[in-house]
């Protein structure tokens, strides 16, 4: 890996910030093939990666360790296939505007798409999504994984991660002492495979791996810690983690008690229509007798003066007893309520949303389906957790005489844990899209 640096500036044309640069050398000089990075958010780990990915991809002679004809692989997982994709576009604007012309020479246009960059030497970079299925028998010289702490899937969980990098390591085994590994994330649970080779790491039980750990502003020198001062207050535990690249164990309580109850509005069950506000409207639906409520929320971003205020104006609950509920009856209720609030669109996740999304058609609302990622929940529960410590949302006060009676529906439901339920979820995923929609 030397001359890493050099490439980059001088044949790439990056200008990497010092702190980049120290990372870059520390992980050269360590001598070790596995560098584990655990950098805070905004450190430009996929600017890195890119270099590396390219310098393997065109310094090293690996022509002993492969047949006559075999094509070099430089694997880049991640944990979504657009996160994958975008590492590839970035490896191909790096390459594609570079001033050293020979080196973009190298790259065979017509031959690469948009999962891979293919290079008239036989090397080929290639970004996928987090599988083991698709890694096998390729002969990889260089494993990047992307953003690893939050390597899961809705199938597998945290398992995803550790069966991926069980599946890559063979493959890095063709080259010996020249088969390197490149693992890069902001921390998230103490749990999956970068937790797991960060504890390898940083314990010295494994020797081969290297661990670098800084916050955001010792990396990426356009931000300082003062200028985070607003993060910090608004939410210290994220903030630690995804700026100052701590673990966190996250034992404690998501919100604050103290912190909710002042952002509730005392008395207030609901709020009218208001003509002028732009409502939008959120559901968690869940249909099982005895099981999680069925839960509907209305909201809108209210402005006065430089003060921004993320207002709850309508929260709906349903929730069978014994027997499933009747959706037909939930539809029309939420229908209603969309009529009432002059709303066209209701977002939800992905539970349903064939049926739900039929249902509601029929009643004049789109359906407008946003599957919980673990990029999608962060951002839903860290927009709420902001906005709960920063007292910029307007909570309804909990009340049973809210919640709707329905034909086999518990009329008398635990007040406290449906309002929590509805409020976290369906008042973060508007305080969300409040946000997004801002002008």
């Given at each position: 890996?030397?001359?890493?640096?050099?490439?980059?500036?001088?044949?790439?044309?990056?200008?990497?910030?010092?702190?980049?640069?120290?990372?870059?050398?520390?992980?050269?000089?360590?001598?070790r093939?596995?560098?584990?990075?655990?950098?805070?958010?905004?450190?430009?780990?996929?600017?890195?990666?890119?270099?590396v990915?390219?310098?393997?991809?065109?310094?090293?002679?690996?022509?002993?360790?492969?047949?006559?004809?075999?094509?070099?692989?430089?694997?880049a997982?991640?944990?979504?296939?657009?996160?994958?994709?975008?590492?590839?576009?970035t490896?191909?604007?790096?390459?594609?505007?570079?001033?050293d012309?020979?080196?973009?020479?190298?790259?065979?246009?017509?031959?690469?798409?948009?999962?891979?960059?293919?290079?008239?030497?036989?090397?080929?970079?290639r970004?996928m999504?987090?599988?083991?299925?698709?890694?096998?028998g390729?002969a990889i010289?260089?494993?990047?994984l992307?953003?690893?702490a939050w390597?899961?899937?809705?199938?597998?969980?945290?398992a995803?991660?550790?069966q991926?990098?069980?599946?890559l390591?063979?493959?890095?085994?063709?080259?010996?002492?020249?088969?390197?590994?490149?693992?890069?994330?902001?921390?998230?649970?103490?749990?999956g495979?970068?937790?797991?080779?960060?504890?390898?790491?940083a314990?010295?039980?494994?020797?081969?791996?290297?661990?670098?750990q800084?916050?955001?502003?010792?990396?990426?020198?356009?931000?300082t810690?003062?200028s985070?001062?607003?993060e910090?207050?608004?939410?210290p535990e994220y903030?630690?983690?995804?700026?100052?690249?701590?673990?966190i164990?996250?034992?404690?309580?998501?919100?604050?008690s103290?912190a909710v109850?002042?952002?509730?509005?005392?008395?207030?069950?609901?709020?009218?229509?208001v003509?002028?506000?732009?409502?939008?409207a959120?559901?968690?639906?869940?249909?099982?007798?005895?099981?999680d409520?069925?839960?509907?929320?209305?909201g809108?971003?209210?402005?006065?003066?430089?003060?921004?205020?993320?207002?709850?104006?309508?929260?709906?609950?349903?929730?069978?007893?014994?027997?499933?509920?009747?959706?037909?009856?939930?539809?029309?209720?939420?229908?209603?309520?969309?009529?009432?609030y002059?709303?066209?669109?209701?977002?939800?996740?992905?539970?349903?949303?064939v049926?739900?999304?039929?249902?509601?058609?029929?009643?004049?609302?789109?359906?407008?389906?946003?599957p919980?990622?673990n990029?999608?929940?962060?951002?839903?529960?860290?927009s709420?957790?902001?906005?709960v410590?920063?007292?910029?949302?307007?909570?309804l006060?909990?009340?049973?005489?809210t919640?709707?009676?329905?034909?086999?529906?518990?009329?008398?439901?635990p007040?406290?844990?449906?309002?929590?339920?509805?409020?976290?979820?369906?008042?973060?995923?508007?305080?969300?899209?409040?946000?997004?929609?801002?002008?």
């Open positions: 890996m030397k001359g890493l640096v050099t490439l980059a500036r001088k044949r790439l044309g990056v200008q990497l910030w010092p702190g980049q640069v120290e990372v870059l050398e520390a992980s050269i000089s360590s001598g093939r596995k560098w584990l990075w655990c950098l805070g958010r905004r450190s430009g780990k996929g600017i890195m990666a890119a270099v990915a390219v310098h393997n991809a065109v310094v090293p002679d690996y022509s002993m360790y492969l047949r006559p004809g075999e094509r070099r692989y430089i694997v997982v991640a944990t979504r296939l657009e996160q994958a994709r975008e590492f590839i576009r490896v191909r604007e790096l390459l594609a505007a570079a001033p012309a020979d080196l973009r020479n190298l790259v065979d246009t017509d031959a690469s798409t948009a999962d891979e960059v293919v290079f008239r030497t036989g090397v080929v970079i970004s999504p987090c599988t083991s299925r698709s890694t096998r390729l010289s260089l494993v990047i992307d953003e690893a390597m899961q899937t809705s199938d597998e969980g945290f995803a991660g550790r991926v990098w069980r599946a390591l063979p493959s890095l085994a063709q080259f010996g002492e020249q088969g390197y590994a490149v693992v890069t994330s902001t921390p998230y649970w103490q749990m495979i970068f937790w797991d080779l960060y504890q390898q790491g314990s010295g039980a494994a020797s081969d791996i290297f661990v670098i800084r916050p955001t502003w010792q990396v990426n020198r356009t931000i810690r003062e985070l001062e607003s910090f207050l608004a939410d903030a630690r983690r995804e700026y100052g690249a701590e673990w164990e996250g034992a404690g309580a998501f919100l604050d103290v109850n002042d952002c509730v509005v005392k008395s207030r069950k609901a709020l009218p229509f003509l002028g506000n732009r409502y939008l959120a559901a968690d639906p869940a249909f099982a007798g005895g099981g409520a069925f839960t509907f929320a209305v809108h971003r209210a402005k006065s003066g430089e003060e921004t205020r993320f207002v709850i104006d309508r929260v709906e609950a349903w929730r069978g007893r014994k027997s499933p509920l009747n959706s037909d009856t939930v539809l029309d209720d939420i229908a209603a309520l969309a009529k009432e002059r709303i066209t669109s209701v977002v939800s996740d992905q539970y349903a949303v049926p739900l999304s039929d249902g509601l058609r029929r009643r004049g609302v789109v359906l407008t389906s946003q919980l990622t990029e999608l929940k962060a951002d839903i529960y860290g709420l957790k902001r906005a410590n920063l007292h910029e949302v307007e909570l006060a909990a009340d049973s005489r919640w709707p009676t329905l034909p086999g529906a518990d009329a008398r439901a007040v406290w844990s449906v309002w929590m339920e509805s409020t976290t979820t369906a008042a973060g995923r508007i305080r969300s899209s409040c946000s997004m929609t801002a002008s």
